[in-house]
């Protein structure tokens, strides 16, 4: 088990171990969806509460359920499962409570189940022998970071003029090229702190 204060892994999941920027995970709907702000926003939110909650149900599954059992074998199966449990969850919530987000993020909403973000998260919180309160805090800040990027790309993208740029970069393309650079900018912030 590491000795690092929650408060510090936290910190560190939002800046210098940000899902999107340092392991690259989640993309899929953080290209797809990160065109209008708003919806980005929402989004964020979304995978934010489902990161938190199932890294804590997952935490609690592993630790109390598979590990004394020796079923470590299961986490992969038992994880996924939870994660699409509280998709389903949060899909028939926003449904009912926030029509025009339901249907703003379509497809996407349920396509958090297969968000590699979120059972990475999850992965990272087992390997890395994180106690509950370490686990409480690397989701949440997982969560936030990943928010934080796919908000910042939307805000840049929403800014971009699409007329003046080569026709073979609209889309997808310059997307990854922002990626990077945004990504070196929060290089900048690894002398803060590290969590491996």
């Not at 892994?9 to 969806?33: Q, R």
């Not at 509950?132 to 993208?157: C, E, H, K, N, P």
Request: a negative charge; glycine letters at 8%; aromatic letters at 14%.
């Amino acid at each position: 088990m590491i000795d690092v204060h929650p408060l510090v892994i936290f910190v560190a999941a939002i800046f210098t171990s940000n899902m999107i920027f340092s392991n690259f995970l989640g993309m899929c709907s953080f290209i797809a969806v990160s065109k209008e702000v708003e919806t980005a926003i929402g989004l964020g939110i979304a995978v934010t509460f489902v990161l938190t909650f199932t890294t804590v149900l997952n935490y609690l599954i592993y630790w109390n359920i598979l590990q004394p059992f020796g079923l470590e074998y299961m986490m992969f199966i038992i994880f996924i499962l939870t994660i699409a449990a509280f998709v389903q969850l949060v899909e028939m919530l926003l449904e009912r409570y926030v029509e025009n987000l339901y249907y703003a993020l379509g497809i996407f909403l349920p396509l958090i189940t297969v968000n590699c973000a979120i059972l990475g998260v999850s992965l990272f919180m087992v390997y890395r022998s994180y106690n509950f309160l370490q686990t409480v805090g690397y989701s949440i800040g997982s969560g936030i970071g990943w928010m934080l990027a796919i908000t910042a790309m939307a805000g840049v993208r929403s800014r971009l003029n699409l007329k003046a740029m080569p026709e073979g970069l609209v889309g997808a393309p310059i997307t990854l090229i922002i990626t990077g650079i945004m990504a070196l900018a929060f290089i900048g912030f690894s002398g803060m702190v590290q969590i491996q």
